[in-house]
């Protein structure tokens, strides 16, 4: 059973620019989280997402930044018009749906490293 | 708002011995869950233990066991015997269901292991 994936996992943008993060769940979860960690911090929660809906969206920031778990394919983290303040390492985690496991474990992916230059 | 407050930035443990770090959380509720995760210089998240607040019984993963003390709003990692791979940060997160399913994170201990 193949964890959870993201590409890429190195990504380098210049301000301005438009970066995009895509994450897969596990098999058979539904429920996916994004964090962002910035350098020699914890991981800080955006946005925690159903297949086509946003559950919540209180860690994200209320410009540029965006997130979709569509119907079908990765859930995208999309951030418009990078600054250099936007360089962090971002995870997504996923959760199986109610009664099918332990909901309350999340399990991350690998992360991708944004740098902005 | 819940906060999860980890205190020490490094810990220091000789191979073989054990080490504590710990972790206090501050919240008004009454279920919820809490984890150890540790981040390698790979920086993959993994979950090392994890704890229900309604059970008593503290969790263990062989080498790593928590205490728990739900009224001190507790929740320390120890690690026995400890190996050359454990050396990480080693971050202590809070769940509950009523705060929205999100994990909040401490600010992490990174633990060195000297051979």
């Known amino acids: 059973n193949a964890g959870v994936m993201q590409n890429p996992r190195h990504l380098v943008r210049r301000r301005g620019q438009e970066a995009r993060l895509r994450c897969s769940p596990m098999k058979g979860h539904s429920h996916v989280y994004w964090y962002r960690q910035l350098p020699e911090e914890g991981l800080k929660f955006m946005v925690y997402l159903q297949k086509e809906n946003i559950i919540d969206e209180s860690g994200m920031p209320k410009e540029r930044f965006s997130a979709e778990f569509p119907k079908e394919g990765p859930s995208i983290l999309r951030i418009q018009q990078v600054v250099r303040g936007d360089s962090a390492a971002y995870f997504c985690a996923s959760s199986p749906p109610r009664g099918s496991g332990p909901t309350d474990t999340q399990y991350f992916g690998p992360g991708t490293r944004l740098t902005v230059l | 708002a819940q906060t999860v407050t980890q205190s020490q930035p490094e810990m220091s443990v000789q191979e073989a011995e054990t080490v504590t770090l710990s972790c206090t959380y501050d919240?008004?509720?009454?279920?919820?869950?809490l984890f150890w995760y540790k981040q390698p210089p790979s920086r993959q998240m993994i979950l090392v233990i994890r704890?229900?607040?309604?059970?008593?019984q503290n969790a263990t993963e062989n080498r790593f066991s928590v205490n728990f003390q739900k009224a001190a709003k507790s929740f320390s990692l120890k690690i026995s015997d400890s190996q050359l791979g454990d050396a990480a940060m080693y971050f202590c997160a809070y769940r509950s269901e009523a705060a929205g399913n999100k994990l909040t994170f401490g600010g992490g201990t990174r633990v060195l292991v000297k051979p």
């Open positions: 919240t008004s509720e009454s279920d919820y869950y």
């Open positions: 704890q229900e607040a309604y059970k008593q």
